[in-house]
């Protein structure tokens, strides 16, 4: 804090508005580029291939460890 400035509770206060501001509109900018972002791949039959392999992958590695699991 700058004590020439003014009041520090005051500076801390205006700190804290503009940290929010700013948290904010780069959250808005994320969701906006991940939006695009997943329309574009939404639509592009080549990853919805992928991603279904993927998260079939997934699963079958799940049940694997859940059946070893269960035999202990």
Not at 9 to 17: I, P, Y
């Amino acid at each position: 804090m700058i004590p020439a400035a003014g009041q520090g509770m005051l500076q801390l206060a205006l700190m804290g508005v503009i940290f929010a501001a700013a948290g904010f509109l780069s959250t808005l900018d994320f969701a906006r580029v991940a939006g695009g972002l997943g329309n574009i791949l939404g639509t592009n039959a080549g990853v919805i291939r992928w991603q279904g392999g993927v998260v079939g992958s997934i699963y079958i590695g799940l049940g694997v460890r859940f059946a070893l699991h269960l035999r202990q």
